[in-house]
């Protein structure tokens, strides 16, 4: 498996950005689709974006396309998520994930981060 780590998050307020990175160790080779998935407190984890090994492919949610980029280095082992025009409702922990196929399912992704928690304020 590969192994995650995510950083970045923080307490911000509404209107401000933040950009989270997930650093990628092992055989990322074998795991060339990341993502971030997030969970707010009494909910289930929900897709927000991932990106394909070269970077050309990505796919957001509706709740974050137009205010979220996902990108990731040129030595693919670094992902990054910027994120502009925070809500209140972006407040979650924020997972970085990496499997070995597309999907926006959690399910799809068998290497987790710890995550790091994102709060927004009104």
């Known amino acids: 498996q590969v192994q995650l780590d995510e950083s970045g998050g923080g307490l911000v307020q509404a209107g401000d950005s933040l950009r989270l990175s997930c650093t990628a160790s092992g055989p990322t080779y074998t795991r060339p689709v990341m993502a971030w998935f997030r969970q707010a407190p009494g909910k289930d984890r929900e897709f927000v974006a991932s990106i394909g090994w070269s970077g050309n492919r990505v796919a957001y949610s509706t709740p974050v396309k137009g205010r979220f980029t996902i990108s990731r280095d040129g030595g693919k082992d670094t992902m990054y998520l910027q994120m502009n025009s925070l809500k209140s409702e972006d407040t979650a922990v924020y997972f970085c994930?990496?499997?070995?196929?597309?999907?926006?399912?959690?399910?799809?992704?068998?290497?987790w981060g710890q995550g790091t928690q994102v709060t927004v304020s009104p």
């Open positions: 994930a990496a499997g070995v196929a597309w999907s926006i399912l959690s399910t799809g992704y068998d290497s």
